[in-house]
DNA sequence: ATCGTACTACGATAAACGACGTACTACGGT
DNA sequence: ACCGTAGTACGTCGTTTATCGTAGTACGAT
């Protein structure tokens, strides 16, 4: 019930990693993950969405193998699977999580104003 | 009808550009583009679609800022925008055909039988 | 002018996607 | 036992996507 399932690295496909990143909510989650380095709940990211389409976007994360769900409490934390990903596609992540940083949030919706 | 529109660098969006790339046809054709080194005609790259749906696909590519088309004769001439791309997005494209090409075309099952 | 090749434009369709709300479960604290 | 917090499951809705076929345009060769 508490477990959550989670890819082998085998398992993951390049595609399937493209599509997540495709998305500027999961990208904004990959982002804050790269930044915070460690363990994240869902709830101190704050998305602007419903808390329900959130879980939808942290499953396809976690179902394409991005990111390690685990329950903590009634927590779930969230983490960035850097090893398997750097393994499977080398520079990848790296190079996404730098342009996004550079972009920040102006280019995909959310906008700070002044 | 003979000059094709393309994106300028500064509007090239990273998630786009993910967004074109998170397809099997797609990865194909940019994987097949990085080996080809310069321009490759439509008809050169064998995809298994029809003609109408690769149209879409090469559009996909070429509005997100991936490749560059232009007409020559009856053909039409793809190529990948390196330059403007390792610009905007350092280490992207090289870590996905890295990874493409190191997959091949199986693992990312472009293909059904029928 | 006619023909063949290469690619496009349009319209249709089924599937996938992102978003939501509501009702629910799981856990910790009181 | 009860409540509040954290997150889930489900059903729905509108939009986007991938696919196709057919009809059409652009160009080079004959």
């Known amino acids: 019930m508490r477990v959550l399932d989670h890819p082998r690295p085998e398992d993951i496909r390049l595609e399937a990693v493209l599509h997540a990143l495709a998305d500027p909510m999961r990208l904004e989650v990959v982002r ?5 380095g460690g363990e994240v709940a869902c709830s101190e ?39 398997d990903l750097d393994a499977l596609f080398p520079g990848l ?3 996404v999580i730098a342009a996004a940083a550079r972009l920040g949030t102006r280019a995909s919706s959310a906008r700070h104003s002044g």
Do not use: M, P, W
Request: charged letters at 25%; aromatic letters at 6%.
């Open 45 to 83: 990211i704050d998305l602007a969405v419903s808390k329900s389409t959130g879980t939808h976007h942290y499953r396809v994360l976690r179902e394409a193998g991005i990111i390690n769900q685990v329950y903590r409490g009634t927590a779930k934390l969230n983490s960035l699977r850097r090893e």
């Open 32 to 36: 804050f993950l790269a930044q915070a």
């Open 93 to 95: 992540l790296d190079s």
